[in-house]
């Protein structure tokens, strides 16, 4: 049983910071290709960051320089360290993974708000 939890979310003040988790359970991270996305009301879900088994990470133009994807193999968990929040940031954040099989996994989501 495949399991991803995001947890980390909240409200927070523009100019602040928030350091979302995603914790695996059923499968090991370790050598697959791990996913940030996000989806704002009434918005198309976008991809925000991806780090790959190697450690090579990408991310939207619209986070650069101010998000850090990263993993920690031991603990089975990625994390999205995010920094100099702005209020169009504002959304529910999701893991995402697509490993061989069948399938691929979301998380439940964690809703981040960033509002005065």
């Known amino acids: 049983q495949v399991q991803l939890v995001e947890s980390g979310g909240g409200l927070v003040q523009p100019g602040g910071s928030l350091r979302l988790s995603c914790a695996a359970s059923g499968i090991v991270f370790a050598i697959y290709a791990v996913g940030w996305y996000r989806q704002a009301p009434g918005k198309q879900r976008e991809l925000v960051a991806t780090?790959?088994?190697?450690?090579?990470?990408n991310y939207a133009d619209s986070v650069k320089g101010r998000f850090t994807i990263s993993r920690d193999n031991a603990k089975n968990t990625v994390y999205l360290q995010m920094n100099s929040l702005k209020p169009e940031d504002t959304a529910v954040y999701y893991c995402h993974i697509d490993p061989p099989g069948p399938r691929d996994y979301w998380g439940q989501g964690t809703q981040v708000t960033v509002s005065s």
């Open positions: 780090i790959t088994g190697a450690g090579s990470t």
